[in-house]
């Protein structure tokens, strides 16, 4: 007969980590600084991904088909939000 093996499961009323409470948490922050990254910098670079991920879920969502990749420009989140009308204006340029 084989040894059982009983698994641990983490407390399921707990939530996910955000990348807030990764980025300022005292062990992340001790590995990163031992690694040598910049917080500020793996933040924005950070930011950078979500804006695109963010996007593309938009894109997606409007036109049923991810964007090209010449729809990304990295900026500010004020700046990374497609507008309704730039949707319907590449959704139908691809139709065409």
């Avoid at 933040?43 to 991810?66: D, F, N, V, W």
């Avoid at 010449?70 to 900026?75: E, Q, R, S």
Wanted: aromatic content about 2%; overall charge neutral.
């Amino acid at each position: 007969m084989a040894p059982s093996i009983k698994e641990h499961t983490m407390n399921k009323s707990r939530r996910d980590m955000t990348l807030t409470d990764a980025l300022s948490d005292p062990l992340i922050r001790t590995v990163m600084a031992a690694d040598g990254v910049d917080p500020g910098e793996l933040a924005a670079i950070l930011h950078t991904i979500a804006g695109k991920l963010e996007r593309s879920s938009l894109h997606i969502a409007a036109c049923g088909a991810p964007p090209e990749r010449d729809h990304f420009t990295p900026g500010p989140k004020s700046q990374t939000k497609m507008t309704h009308a730039h949707h319907e204006s590449t959704c139908s340029a691809r139709a065409s």
